[in-house]
């Protein structure tokens, strides 16, 4: 059976995002390098804009859940303790749904501060939804858990 170039194209063109789950995955991971690159610079006016206005986290030792600002006010904190170094996190996978409406990010992820006996590392698994926008993929919700600490003695307050 042959096909029309124009036939070709309008079923490739209903193929929901079979062509742009590559672009899709390579946006969020830019997203990720961008958002890790706010974090090294301790810059929260950076960060905002990888996040939805009803983002919320699940942080790795607490589990309690914060929304965007309270998330927000409280990495503002973390940059002003002069011990804080960084969080980066790194994506395994980056999973786009078959309809495009949302993408899951799985990785893992170390935080790092500077102790008077050396530097802590705390680190562990997430899990992330991602949801395209106008203004790109975006970030609706982050679940961390904190599965070990090394470096330093303040690791036996770490939960």
């Known amino acids: 059976m042959r096909m029309s170039i124009i036939t070709l194209g309008l079923l490739l063109a209903a ?3 079979a062509a742009h789950r ?3 995955e390579a946006q969020i991971r830019a997203r990720r390098a961008a958002s890790n690159a706010a974090i ?3 810059d929260v006016a950076a960060m905002r804009p990888h996040y939805l206005r009803d983002f919320t986290i699940l942080p790795g030792s607490s589990g ?3 929304n965007l600002e309270q998330f927000l006010t ?3 904190t973390t940059f002003a303790d ?3 170094v960084t969080y980066v996190r ?3 996978t980056v999973t786009v749904g078959a309809s495009g409406k949302r993408a899951a990010e799985t990785g893992t992820w170390v935080g790092r501060w500077n102790q008077p006996d050396g530097e802590m590392r705390l680190s562990g698994v997430y899990q992330a939804m991602w949801l395209p926008t ?3 993929w975006r970030l609706r919700n982050e679940s961390f858990v904190s599965l070990a600490c090394e470096g330093s003695a303040a690791c036996a307050t770490m939960d």
């Open 15 to 17: 193929t929901p995002l």
């Open 22 to 24: 590559p672009d899709a």
């Open 40 to 42: 090294a610079a301790h």
């Open 64 to 66: 309690a859940p914060s």
């Open 74 to 76: 409280r990495i503002a």
């Open 82 to 84: 002069p011990r804080f």
């Open 90 to 92: 790194t994506p395994v």
């Open 134 to 136: 106008a203004d790109g």
